[in-house]
């Protein structure tokens, strides 16, 4: 994993002219004692000069703030001090520091603190087509959530990330992804992305300072009837280095995410979990996205005799 420096931070320019390339900037989080928490995602599309946010906040499991926004003005500011929309980011001292404001019916501000500096990750395994570089972190946030006059003061936890290169939604088939924090000495953030000819499996699991690279993961996700909500995980997760992890959670609620791509990159749908998750007697919090397949992929086809996908 590389070493990410500020100017990784900052933003990013394409090659030249190319309607799939786009940048994103995220953070989500979750306070299970208070059952409150979001999604707030911005991406930009210098090609078609236009950027979009997708955000919602939560609170006892009924989403009372949400913002699809897929036609903004491309933006002159960078990322450390970033207003798109109804989201803001600042970024802070470290590159561990970011703080966040949302203003959308309910009013949120809160200080994000990172474990660990940020940690790159390949969003290009197999055919996925996911951007060309991605770093992420997870960590604490602190701060205030404000809602017809109620004020719930937040102490959570959350996943950050800023990803940019060519983008196709459509590439990524299903998938299963969970981050769980469980203190300042463990974490776990664990991908299973398939494409359209099988399952990638990545991520990383802090544990005691150290960082150890995930080389496989089942997630035993019970989906709701809808298809799409989860319920509950039962994951294992095993790592580079050895190591194996038994996560099990269940949702207080769920939010769907996602929204349109650009050019033919499609788009994407899925569902949040806002997870409480347990490893070993421990108590974690965090989130579960859940993609499920929605047409066959090639082994399918070839099996079934199905024609090839336009």
């Given at each position: 994993?590389s070493?990410i420096?500020?100017?990784?931070?900052l933003?990013?320019?394409p090659?030249g002219p190319?309607?799939?390339?786009?940048?994103?900037?995220?953070?989500?989080?979750?306070?299970?004692?208070?059952?409150?928490?979001?999604?707030?995602?911005?991406?930009?599309?210098?090609?078609?000069?236009?950027?979009?946010?997708?955000?919602?906040?939560?609170?006892?499991?009924?989403?009372?703030?949400?913002?699809?926004?897929?036609?903004?003005?491309?933006?002159?500011?960078?990322?450390?001090?970033?207003?798109?929309?109804?989201?803001?980011?600042?970024?802070?001292?470290?590159?561990?520091?970011?703080?966040?404001?949302?203003?959308?019916?309910?009013?949120?501000?809160?200080?994000?603190?990172?474990?660990?500096?940020?940690?790159e990750?390949?969003?290009?395994?197999?055919?996925?087509?996911?951007?060309?570089?991605?770093?992420?972190?997870m960590?604490r946030?602190?701060?205030?959530?404000?809602?017809?006059?109620?004020?719930i003061?937040?102490?959570?936890?959350?996943?950050?990330?800023h990803?940019?290169?060519?983008?196709?939604f459509?590439?990524?088939?299903?998938?299963?992804?969970?981050?769980?924090?469980?203190?300042?000495?463990?974490?776990l953030?664990?991908?299973?992305?398939?494409d359209?000819?099988?399952?990638?499996?990545?991520?990383?699991?802090?544990?005691?300072?150290?960082?150890?690279?995930?080389?496989?993961?089942?997630?035993g996700a019970?989906?709701?009837?809808?298809?799409?909500?989860?319920?509950?995980?039962?994951?294992?997760?095993?790592?580079?280095?050895?190591?194996?992890?038994?996560?099990?959670?269940?949702a207080?609620?769920?939010?769907?995410?996602g929204?349109?791509?650009w050019?033919?990159?499609?788009?994407?749908?899925?569902?949040?979990?806002?997870?409480?998750?347990?490893?070993?007697?421990?108590?974690?919090?965090?989130?579960?996205?859940?993609?499920?397949?929605?047409?066959?992929?090639?082994?399918?086809?070839?099996e079934?005799?199905?024609?090839?996908?336009d």
């Amino acid at each position: 994993m590389s070493r990410i420096t500020r100017a990784d931070t900052l933003r990013h320019a394409p090659e030249g002219p190319d309607p799939y390339w786009q940048e994103s900037f995220f953070m989500g989080w979750y306070d299970a004692r208070n059952r409150c928490g979001g999604h707030h995602h911005m991406s930009l599309c210098p090609y078609l000069k236009l950027a979009h946010v997708w955000s919602f906040l939560s609170i006892d499991g009924v989403i009372v703030a949400r913002s699809q926004e897929p036609a903004l003005p491309l933006p002159e500011a960078d990322f450390d001090d970033m207003q798109l929309g109804v989201l803001r980011f600042v970024a802070g001292a470290s590159l561990r520091e970011l703080t966040l404001e949302v203003s959308d019916g309910a009013e949120l501000n809160i200080s994000y603190k990172g474990l660990t500096d940020p940690l790159e990750l390949d969003f290009s395994a197999g055919g996925l087509r996911l951007g060309s570089s991605h770093y992420e972190s997870m960590g604490r946030v602190s701060g205030v959530l404000v809602h017809e006059g109620r004020e719930i003061r937040i102490q959570g936890s959350a996943w950050h990330d800023h990803s940019w290169g060519p983008r196709k939604f459509n590439s990524h088939r299903s998938g299963r992804y969970f981050w769980a924090v469980f203190g300042e000495d463990l974490a776990l953030s664990v991908y299973g992305l398939d494409d359209a000819n099988g399952k990638n499996r990545f991520g990383y699991v802090l544990d005691r300072g150290v960082i150890h690279p995930v080389a496989d993961a089942t997630f035993g996700a019970v989906v709701a009837d809808d298809g799409l909500s989860p319920l509950a995980l039962d994951a294992r997760v095993y790592t580079t280095t050895g190591q194996g992890y038994h996560v099990v959670g269940k949702a207080d609620s769920n939010a769907l995410v996602g929204g349109t791509g650009w050019a033919d990159g499609g788009y994407f749908f899925g569902m949040d979990g806002l997870m409480r998750y347990e490893l070993g007697g421990r108590l974690g919090e965090g989130l579960c996205e859940i993609t499920e397949l929605r047409a066959p992929n090639d082994a399918h086809r070839t099996e079934l005799k199905l024609p090839p996908e336009d």
